[in-house]
């Protein structure tokens, strides 16, 4: 054997080297980040990346990668890891990939070498089959690298495009997230953004000063309000990163780890007969049209207590979407929301709705449709904004969906609106309805004047109202009911709302190994 030179390290002194090494990136950067994340009220890459995985579980790849741009004076500054932390671990038990840009190095932007360890990753998830989480904090594409960064952009915005209905891809967005690299976040499953600390736009404020001569603000243009309330890209806004990564945590255990998986099942206490608060169901409903009532709480009473976790709350609050489990199993509900609208479909709700529909049916999540719903949102401003295009998405959306999908109308199914949601017709496999349902082309009102026009117009005064109260009892008579649609079996069961969390549980239960496959095509075309 070789004498060992004088020169050579011991192995001892290997070790210790990468025990150096490791701490030069590990500590003293993250000694570092923290001061300056602190100041800012955020955490860093590494503290967020604790909270998301089970303790102790991250294990980090790529920590020495470098880039090796020369460009800029860059040569003299190329820090390990390159401004993102890429790595796996267990979140619940359940294996998670995740990527955090690092705002402390090189503001996080995206450059060759980081850009390929997130497709590294990301291509590892895929291989694995498990969700990718990316924590989003970052200027954006690397300036010094010119069309390098714009290249990994896109490479990554391909690799969410292949995984897209694969596995469940989740964005944080804690920090800057500007210009085109915003898309990848957007063609994610869910993005979750934090109050005040957060934004997201395709361009800042100094370039819409210079470009339109319009003065505005980081927040007006994409802080956590305008995303969530008004452009609907945000799923959910937390009030701090703790609340947004705790939230994240929660929505993996609704979701299954990949599109070939179930979700996981948890333990549930639903009583198995009529309780005090199924009871309460049968009371809900107001006599009075005057009147409205939460189809929060109707849900709660029907889904596993304590298990709703909504979606776009403050986005098209006239339609909710939210994941739920029933008898410890996720389902996904999406239900009219009366006191919004009066429960309407404007093209803000269907685009919302339709999403979510096939985010569940991508990932095996049977859909719970609730409904009370008057119809499509009409109007000047709905029709040239394109209700019919959008409106179209949630028709098309439901009708492809191959997951178990029961239905309860609970009040109103007018015109479209029955169609859309959830009806038989578009393939849904139990259909309920409360003796509070009634289903028709139109509301009584509507179409007493448009059936009895002739009649009206040539009658007067007293004459008149009186033919207009006979026309609307007999109206309301035959067709606010359920029992037209319950004769042609569009309703399969008139049941008491104080069964129907019993009910829907059997039924989902009777579906649970349901079967269906939609025609062999490379891909449908939706109403985009
Ligand atoms: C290189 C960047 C950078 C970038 C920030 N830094 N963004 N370096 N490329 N894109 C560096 C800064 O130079 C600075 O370095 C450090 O990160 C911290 O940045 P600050 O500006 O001091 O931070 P702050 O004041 O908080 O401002 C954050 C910011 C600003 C608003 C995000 O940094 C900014 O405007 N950055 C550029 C944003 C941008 O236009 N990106 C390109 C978007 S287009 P030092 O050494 O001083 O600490 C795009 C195309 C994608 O992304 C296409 C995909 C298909």
Redesign the pocket.
């Known amino acids: 054997m070789p004498e060992q030179t004088a020169t050579e390290p011991t192995t001892a002194e290997r070790i210790a080297a990468l025990d150096a090494r490791h701490r030069q990136v590990v500590e003293t950067a993250e000694d570092r980040a923290r001061q300056k994340q602190h100041q800012?009220g955020k955490l860093t890459a590494r503290e967020r990346l604790d909270l998301l995985f089970d303790s102790g579980s991250f294990v980090e790849l790529d920590e020495f990668v470098r880039h090796r741009c020369t460009e800029y004076g860059m040569s003299g500054d190329r820090p390990d890891g390159d401004g993102v932390i890429t790595g796996y671990g267990t979140v619940d038990g359940r294996q998670v990939c995740a990527f955090s840009q690092d705002?402390t190095i090189?503001?996080?932007?995206?450059g060759e070498a980081c850009g390929g360890k997130v497709m590294k990753l990301m291509d590892l998830a895929m291989k694995i089959g498990c969700p990718v989480v990316g924590i989003n904090d970052?200027?954006?594409?690397?300036?010094?690298e010119g069309v390098l960064?714009?290249a990994h952009?896109?490479e990554i915005?391909r690799r969410n495009v292949l995984a897209s209905g694969v596995i469940p891809q989740i964005s944080l967005i804690m920090g800057?997230c500007?210009?085109?690299?915003v898309?990848s976040p957007a063609m994610t499953d869910v993005t979750v953004m934090v109050r005040d600390t957060s934004y997201m736009f395709v361009t800042?404020p100094e370039v819409v000063a210079a470009v339109m001569g319009e003065r505005t603000t980081r927040d007006e243009l994409g802080g956590a309000e305008t995303n969530s309330e008004v452009a609907g890209n945000v799923h959910h806004v937390a009030d701090d990163e703790p609340a947004a990564i705790a939230w994240v945590r929660d929505l993996l255990g609704y979701l299954p780890s990949n599109n070939l998986e179930e979700p996981p099942v948890f333990a549930h206490a639903g009583a198995p007969e009529v309780t005090d608060r199924d009871r309460h169901l049968d009371g809900i409903m107001p006599d009075s049209a005057n009147r409205t009532y939460d189809m929060v709480e109707l849900i709660e009473r029907v889904v596993d207590e304590d298990s709703l976790l909504p979606f776009q709350e403050s986005f098209a609050p006239n339609i909710i979407c939210a994941l739920a489990s029933v008898e410890g199993r996720s389902v996904g509900v999406v239900a009219n929301q009366p006191g919004h609208l009066a429960g309407a479909i404007d093209l803000d709700a269907s685009v919302k709705a339709a999403r979510f529909v096939r985010m569940c049916d991508a990932f095996r999540i049977p859909i719970l449709t609730l409904v009370d719903v008057p119809g499509y949102l009409p109007g000047v401003q709905q029709e040239r904004m394109g209700i019919i295009r959008h409106g179209a998405k949630l028709l098309y959306a439901y009708s492809e969906a191959t997951v178990p999908l029961v239905t309860v109308v609970v009040g109103k199914a007018y015109g479209g609106g029955y169609a859309v949601m959830g009806s038989k017709h578009l393939g849904a496999d139990i259909n309920l309805a409360w003796p509070t349902a009634k289903i028709a082309v139109m509301g009584a009102g509507g179409a007493v004047l448009m059936l009895y026009r002739k009649a009206l117009a040539t009658a007067e005064g007293a004459d008149r109202e009186r033919l207009l109260a006979k026309y609307t009892e007999e109206y309301r008579q035959l067709f606010d009911s359920p029992y037209i649609a319950a004769e042609r079996g569009y309703v399969d069961r008139v049941i008491r709302p104080s069964q129907t969390r019993l009910e829907v549980a059997r039924a989902l239960r009777a579906l649970r190994h349901k079967r269906a496959e939609l025609p062999a095509k490379r891909h449908g075309n939706i109403p985009l």
Request: net charge positive.
């Open positions: 800012k705002f090189l503001g996080g932007s995206m970052s200027g954006g594409a690397r300036i010094q960064s714009l952009y896109a915005g800057p500007a210009g085109g690299a898309y800042g």
